[in-house]
T-cell receptor, first 114, second 115 residues
């Protein structure tokens, strides 16, 4: 079974609109962390935001927020007031318990339209 | 912000040749990783390294792969006999203490092309 599922392979959004990128995860470990990374066309992986399984509040980092719904095992990324520079691939990822590794989803390619 | 540095940015090699991909993790970090991304696909975990030994590896990381920390700063990935399907972007990453809530810092990647 997929550990991280991103159901939107691609999205087109008008500049300045808010956008939600979906992510669901699968784990039986009560302790886990969820991450979002951005990969622009240049290829580097840029950390955006983190949510811990025990965090009571949704994480926010500037224009990024994470809509964490633990019972539904979803961790959607919300980007407010989208900008042209937000066009990139976005990966949801998870680290479980004491694992070293972070597992990535297949990604969503976001296109911001002027 | 400190950076993970990878060299070279591009590597072209013939099938069957050995390649070594190099990385300089962030200096006070203790956990090191290699990931790969085949064109258009997801980022896949290969191996993690801590305290001079492999702490975790994936099914992809078979006998053709090895990692080494030859000195106090470099972290290398060696592919002994490259195959066409090894063509991918290889990312090195590091983290300070490997905690659950700790992000990985990624390098800019080495694009490996096997001909």
């Amino acid at each position: 079974a997929q550990k991280i599922t991103q159901t939107q392979p691609g999205m087109f959004v008008q500049e300045k609109e808010a956008v939600t990128l979906d992510c669901t995860y699968d784990t039986s470990d009560p302790s886990y962390g969820l991450f979002w990374y951005k990969q622009p066309s240049s290829g580097e992986m840029i950390f955006l935001i983190y949510q811990g399984s025990y965090d009571q509040q949704n994480a926010t980092e500037g224009r990024y927020s994470l809509n964490f719904q633990k019972a539904r095992k979803s961790a959607n990324l919300v980007i407010s007031a989208s900008q042209l520079g937000d066009s990139a691939m976005y990966f949801c990822a998870m680290r479980e318990g004491l694992d070293d590794k972070i597992i990535f989803g297949k990604g969503t390619r976001l296109h911001i339209l002027p | 912000e400190p950076e993970v540095t990878q060299t070279p940015s591009h590597q072209v090699t013939q099938m069957g040749q050995e390649v070594i991909l190099r990385c300089v993790p962030i200096s006070n970090h203790l956990y090191f990783y290699w990931y790969r991304q085949i064109l258009g696909q997801k980022v896949e975990f290969l191996v993690s390294f801590y305290n001079n030994e492999i702490s975790e590896k994936s099914e992809i990381f078979d006998d053709q792969f090895s990692v080494e920390r030859p000195d106090g700063s470099n972290f290398t990935l060696k592919i002994r006999s490259t195959k066409l399907e090894d063509s991918a972007m290889y990312f090195c990453a590091s983290s300070e203490i490997g905690a659950t809530n700790e992000k990985l810092f990624f390098g800019s990647g080495t694009q490996l092309s096997v001909l």
